[in-house]
């Protein structure tokens, strides 16, 4: 592909994430008044889970998404583990993606995109190999070619091989076939979490656990 090429495919893809997320945001702010409604009976307030997360070339930004956990600590006054703190609620709206919702605006603000390597935490970014921060020089997404193969269920070198073949491959036809198999990943509910774990497992780098 030529540069020029390069240039009309991420313009086009911003275009798309422009209009797609500001269209669903009208679509589905029924959805995300009810469901907003829901998180403050079930879980309390902050309605939305809101987090610093890496974007393009590492940037930091905020995240939104709904929020699926509760604020439980324990006799010590210390947060319990996330699988104490993840009711059935939560986890509901994890395996449905509902929680995912509110990060449309990230994608109309232009934080994020539709299709791209998903967001994990700032204190990962010291620990990537060469190879593996090349995640970032895209925008990251809503959902992504990790997502469609495997998305949890699979380690972190598994996920990130596939982030860097996304990186390499990106082109608006294997965004629009990833979002169809994410609308089939959502349905089936597959790939929620890691084996023995809530969703996965903290990232440490290249450890044997990683592999």
Known sequence: MSWAQR?????????????VSA????IFAPLLTVVAALVRKQLGSP?????????????PFYLYKFRTM??????DGQLLSDAERLPTFGRLLRAT???????????????MSLVGPR??????????SPRQARRHEV??????????????????????????????HQNLAL???????????????????????????KFTGDGPENK
Not at 47 to 55: K, T
């Open 47 to 59: 309605v939305l889970f809101r987090q610093q997360r890496p974007g393009l070339r590492g940037r």
């Open 139 to 168: 925008r990251p997404g809503i959902t992504g070619w990790a997502q469609v193969n495997g998305r949890n269920a699979i380690s972190w070198a598994q996920k990130f091989e596939y982030d860097v073949w996304y990186v390499d």
């Open 7 to 19: 240039v009309v495919q991420r313009t086009l893809k911003r275009v798309i994430d422009v209009v």
């Open 70 to 75: 509760t604020d439980a600590r324990g006799p």
């Open 97 to 111: 993606s509902l929680d995912e919702l509110p990060s449309l605006l990230n994608v109309l603000k232009g934080d």
């Open 175 to 201: 965004d629009f076939r990833i979002l169809l198999l994410t609308l089939k990943k959502v349905v089936h509910r597959e790939g929620i979490s890691a084996q023995g774990e809530v969703t996965m497992p």
């Open 23 to 26: 269209v669903g945001l009208v």
């Open 119 to 128: 967001p994990l935490l700032l204190d990962y970014l010291p620990l990537y």
